[in-house]
């Protein structure tokens, strides 16, 4: 039910751009860091967080990436892809703050195969704009809660790793201490 | 008869009003892009039931399932369940009912696929186990067809192949499969007769596929299945999404019985049409020949059926009507109302799938 909960609702997260495209935009204030430091660390959480993203920089400080991420369906005890949202990610950095979003988001729905494993639907994408043109009401509702619940998921792991300090030199392992004995002697 | 068509009135309205909400959905993880780090145990499934009636009274088209006339009928009970950890996963799917009886090929066995699968690579995966073959444009699974009923292709072609294979993706739109499969098509276990007896078998089906995906949303599988004792059959499916609304689907395939025992043509078309949201109308146009053997003429059957799917929520109603008409010589026999033989048939079904 929790999970249900936090699903819910997060439509509102979402806002339109100047195209009529949802997007969720983020400035975040982080006082004392330059935009340097700020655009590595966004890199680190790229690769550590989004690893199978194709990601694109342009100028110095700003970043462009392209994942998507998959949606399920439940009901009671069954549970199974439903399909797959792509979207694009933005962040710029400047001195003392940052900002990201999120947009050009598309559903591609999921069927399945002979195989039993859930793909996606052969030449089938939909804005999600126009999502309801596509699918019922209910259900295109549902792909926007989910954007938006994602959407503040993701961004509140960029903040969280923004704020980390991430150390470039590893720590020299300790060797574990192993009690010795001399026995011929006591 | 006309207790029965009121009764399905009810049932349609029924199905029409049910308000099949979407359930609550869930997110992925974060960075998980197609593959989530911690995917859960992924549970599917459906359920079928039909009425279908032949205007001759009898039961013509012997096509794979929903055989029965004039009777309120049940397809399957269809569950899955399928894991993936890192690189590997599995898939275990069971069926139950009389569907299932026809597809599966051990009586009191009820598994439609049972598999392991292993990612070597982004690009290489091994796969073995029991699957459904790949070959052929329909399934076994109501949910994996455009139409109820089923073609003479899928009908006269291999199920399941229990073997063992490996799928290379050059890139994101040429990729190739090749295995070797259990002897004889739509068997657990490979086994050889020799005389009247059943001793051990023999894995001896070499099958390849072909995936090209030449534009957007079109997806051509160029197949073949040949083995000594299975025959060989070099299979074409293909089906190009050409506009949101428009899809086509072609099926060609030919077939040689081992030992010069005969075999098979066929060609079917399948266009569909998204009028709606809810509501999908297709066609499949079909010609299938067996080829002559020994003194045995060919013999060929044409068939059209219309078939639309109405959606609501996660039931799709499907009616249906087909039309066979069959040459003299071919060697399944139609009927009319008189019971006397006859080169066409005719057929009306109402069918629904609750698929999860």
Redesign the interface.
Known sequence: MLLIQTVYGQKSLLALDEHDKYIYYQVVSQPGASADSLDKKALGFVKESLPKSSVKTTGDTTIILKDRFVTYSVLAFAKHESGEIKFTLTIECKNDKYRYWLTDFVFIPYEKNRYGVFVPSNGVEIPIEKSSSHVDKKEAEGYLDQTGAFCKQLGDQLKSYMLADHPTNKKTEQQPVVKKVVTDKW | MKKVLLLLSLFIIAILSANA????????????????KD???????SVDTYWKYDFSGHGNIPTSFASDQNSVSIGMVDL?V?KKVGKAAF???LSFGPRSDQSIPTSGYHI??L?VSYDVTDKFNLSAGY????IGYE???P??NFNYSTSYLFTNGPFQNAGFKATYAFSDKVSLMAGIFNNYWNTYTSFRTVGNTTTSGDVSTFGAQLTVTPA????AYLNVATGSYSGTEFDLTT???IT?AF?LGLNAATFSAPNSGGGFDGVALYPQLAVS??VTLGLRGEYFEYKSVGTTPSSNVTGLTATANIKA??ITLIPEIRFDNKSSAFPIGFVDSNGASTNSATQFLIAAVY??
């Open positions: 909400a979407t359930m609550p959905v869930d997110t992925g993880k974060v960075g998980t892009g197609a593959d989530p995917p859960p145990l992924i549970f599917s499934g899955g399928k898939v275990g799917e439609q696929n598999y699957m459904s073959t790949f399934v076994i699974s949910t994996g957007k949303g079109w997806t089906a190009y999404q949101d899809k949201k809810v929520g996660a698929a999860f």
